[in-house]
């Protein structure tokens, strides 16, 4: 079955390190975004992909990078990790057309230390 | 810019009552999306509602789009414990990215 995966599940960083989140989904979507989710402030967007090298910044992209090689796979890079960066990282696919449903991986945990 | 908002924050319900969230956009929205997140779990889609004053239903749930296609609301019939979960609207902002509430927690008492 098609499916959108995440790893690592949880990690445990520390400040200043470079950290980067996988996202791959085998459901052929173009489109791919990640979002991250904290108490207080819902889904917030960092980064979306409408295709193989397009890269979109979104509400929250300050310290945050994503690059688009292949359709199934949208790495996000956090350059230089911080305590504010402690979050719940979720990544979604959605098929090219606009205004379609948006299929969410397992999340991973990230804290800062 | 554009947003979302969701009322009420939480909602504690005893099983059998019936609950409701509202969402309210501060731009008139293309179309609107449901979806829930169990605790612990990811958000899923739950329905998408395109038409002002359009009303769409999945037993015991209720989804109705604004005449204005401002707002939005979700309502529960008769809650089960199984309905626990944060329930979030979503917006299509204008650069074609979705724009999420802040969501509604529904705890429910057996």
């Known amino acids: 079955d098609a499916e959108i995966t995440q790893s690592p599940r949880h990690k445990i960083t520390e400040t200043g390190r470079q950290v980067t989140l996988a996202c791959h989904q085998t459901?052929?979507?173009?489109?791919m975004f990640w979002y991250r989710q904290d108490l207080g402030h819902g889904l917030r967007l960092i980064h979306y992909s409408y295709g193989v090298q397009d890269t979109n910044k979104g509400e929250v992209s300050d310290g945050y990078s994503v690059s688009r090689s292949n359709t199934e796979d949208l790495p996000l890079t956090l350059e230089s990790a911080a305590s504010s960066q402690t979050s719940v990282y979720f990544c979604?696919?959605?098929?090219?057309?606009?205004?379609?449903?948006?299929?969410f991986g397992p999340g991973t945990r990230l804290t800062v230390l | 810019g554009q947003q979302v908002m969701q009322i009420p924050q939480y909602q504690h319900v005893q099983e059998g009552e019936d609950f409701t969230t509202y969402c309210n956009s501060s731009t008139t929205l293309s179309n609107i999306q449901w979806y829930k997140q169990r605790p612990g779990g990811h958000p899923v889609f739950l329905i998408q509602l395109v038409k002002s004053g359009e009303v769409k239903k999945q037993k015991r749930l209720t989804f109705q789009f604004g005449e204005a296609k401002k707002n939005s609301s979700l309502h529960i019939t008769a809650t089960q414990t199984t309905d626990v979960g944060t329930y979030f609207c979503?917006?299509?902002?204008?650069?074609?990215?979705?724009?999420f509430g802040k969501g509604t927690k529904l705890s429910v008492k057996p």
């Open positions: 979503a917006g299509w902002g204008s650069q074609g990215n979705l724009i």
């Open positions: 979604a696919s959605s098929v090219a057309e606009t205004y379609n449903e948006q299929f």
């Open positions: 459901w052929n979507h173009n489109n």
